[in-house]
């Protein structure tokens, strides 16, 4: 790395460490697809689906190989049997994450399927934490929305949780899948951290496979998602919040 030397190194002078950490969303729906994601080459976090037909066995898979389980929680716009929307009760969402968290075991936290509706909502993010923090699971805002308050209320409470950075795949060819990696890795550089999200889609396992083997050589470690939330010690990013504070 040879960014300018206030980026570079820690005031006492020692080259300051460079962090990522990537969970892959949406598994649960394919085994031969999803396997792949358990055959990369680092601690990956596995978001899993409650509402696919291999959530459980999935889960079971990630679980005995050594990787993270996250339940994908499904959040309005999303639809089905468990997700939440802003007009249901305390009662039905709380009926509804505990039948999630049944569907997919071995989970250590949870992050939002979608959720741009849900997650600005103040009353049942707080509720979320509280109950997360009970469960003694941690909550990764994917901030789907930029008017979310998920994170904001996790803080409040000091609930083990982390923001997403950057999203590798919303554009789905491997150029653009390429450049939004490596504009993780500069971000990683400069702010010290950063959270990936991808999903099992082709062209990001190909990306992924090629190019996270290159990380140790680019001055990046990459870490299992409950080390980043210590190193982050629930601190907002620039991006998201002003002195650590989620706005």
């Known amino acids: 790395m040879q960014p300018g030397r206030s980026r570079s190194r820690d005031p006492g002078g020692e080259p300051r460490k460079a962090y990522l950490t990537l969970i892959i969303d949406d598994l649960g729906q394919n085994l031969p697809r999803d396997r792949r994601v358990l055959a990369l080459p680092g601690p990956v976090t596995t978001a899993i689906m409650p509402d696919t037909p291999h959530a459980a066995e999935f889960a079971r898979e990630a679980h005995k190989a050594g990787k993270i389980v996250i339940l994908h929680m499904p959040m309005d716009p999303a639809t089905g049997p468990f997700a939440w929307h802003p007009e249901l009760s305390i009662e039905e969402l709380g009926k509804r994450l505990d039948a999630a968290f049944t569907a997919v075991p071995y989970t250590a936290g949870i992050n939002n399927h979608m959720g741009s ?84 889609y082709p062209q990001t396992l190909a990306v992924l496979e090629r190019e996270l083997p290159k990380l140790k050589a680019q001055g990046i470690d990459w870490i299992d998602i409950k080390l980043m939330i210590s190193v982050r010690s629930n601190q907002a990013m620039t991006a998201h919040g002003k002195n650590g504070a989620y706005r």
């Not at 849900?118 to 901030?143: C, G, H, I, Y």
């Not at 904001?152 to 997403?164: H, N, W």
């Open 117 to 200: 509706r849900m997650t600005a909502q103040p009353a049942a993010m707080a509720w979320l934490m509280a109950e997360l923090q009970r469960r003694n699971k941690f909550f990764v805002d994917s901030r789907t929305s930029a008017q979310t308050v998920a994170a904001a209320e996790a803080q409040k409470i000091g609930l083990a949780s982390v923001s997403r950075d950057v999203f590798l795949d919303d554009e789905r060819t491997e150029a653009a899948i390429t450049t939004q990696l490596q504009t993780a890795i500069k971000l990683a550089h400069k702010q010290g951290s950063a959270v990936m999200i991808g999903h099992p």
